[in-house]
């Protein structure tokens, strides 16, 4: 087998643990499952991912890269950082309205992984911190370091906030309510202090 097949049935695996990870949870999706699922021989199972704990960290670095590379498209744009905030509050407002939604895949993990030395944890605090990084960046652009720090954390809370709404079915209010808020803190934080 060349490397690009192996690369192939690897990412062939991952996609389709992903899918069932998000339906049915972590614990609750065997590893026999995902085989029969993603119809690939045991051996091939075990060559890409020796534990159970490899794939499940395999497949939130692969919805990490999505979610980033989808977020790069938004913030790329020559808009205002304001607008920015606004475009990734509105991708989420779109992923809410998605029929395939089933709350956060890594608010799940943390949910059924608490140990922060566990290569699970380690991996949702990965994302979700990169996730309040991106709107530090974004956020230093108009405001002074620390202060953006500090509004990133809290437009970060919101937006997980918002996310937990949206699983118990009142997404849209819960991410207008959001979006409005992030956007007056944004403006009270570039007032002179």
């Given at each position: 087998?060349?490397?690009?097949?192996?690369?192939?049935?690897?990412?062939?695996?991952?996609?389709?643990?992903?899918?069932?990870?998000?339906?049915?949870?972590?614990?609750?999706?065997?590893?026999?499952?995902?085989?029969?699922?993603?119809?690939?021989?045991?051996?091939?199972?075990?060559?890409?991912?020796?534990?159970?704990?490899?794939?499940?960290?395999?497949?939130?670095?692969?919805?990490?890269?999505?979610?980033?590379?989808?977020?790069?498209?938004?913030?790329?744009?020559?808009?205002?950082?304001?607008?920015?905030?606004?475009?990734?509050?509105?991708?989420h407002r779109r992923w809410f309205r998605r029929p395939d939604f089933h709350g956060c895949l890594f608010a799940h993990a943390l949910a059924e992984f608490g140990d922060p030395g566990h290569p699970v944890f380690e991996a949702v605090a990965r994302q979700k911190n990169g996730l309040r990084q991106r709107?530090?960046?974004?956020?230093?652009?108009?405001?002074?370091?620390?202060?953006?720090?500090?509004?990133?954390?809290?437009?970060?809370?919101?937006?997980?906030?918002?996310?937990?709404?949206?699983?118990?079915?009142?997404?849209?209010?819960?991410?207008?309510?959001?979006?409005?808020?992030?956007?007056?803190?944004?403006?009270?934080?570039?007032?002179?202090?």
């Open positions: 087998m060349t490397s690009s097949t192996l690369s192939d049935k690897r990412q062939h695996v991952v996609e389709t643990a992903y899918a069932l990870f998000k339906r049915a949870g972590f614990h609750a999706t065997g590893i026999d499952r995902i085989i029969a699922e993603a119809d690939v021989a045991k051996m091939t199972m075990y060559r890409h991912f020796p534990s159970k704990d490899d794939l499940i960290v395999a497949v939130l670095d692969y919805r990490a890269r999505r979610f980033d590379d989808q977020l790069d498209k938004l913030t790329q744009k020559s808009i205002a950082p304001e607008q920015k905030i606004v475009e990734i509050f509105d991708w709107m530090r960046s974004i956020l230093s652009e108009v405001m002074p370091r620390g202060r953006a720090e500090n509004v990133a954390a809290t437009l970060f809370m919101l937006i997980e906030g918002a996310t937990l709404m949206a699983q118990m079915g009142q997404g849209d209010t819960a991410l207008r309510e959001a979006r409005k808020a992030a956007l007056d803190i944004i403006a009270a934080s570039r007032r002179p202090q």
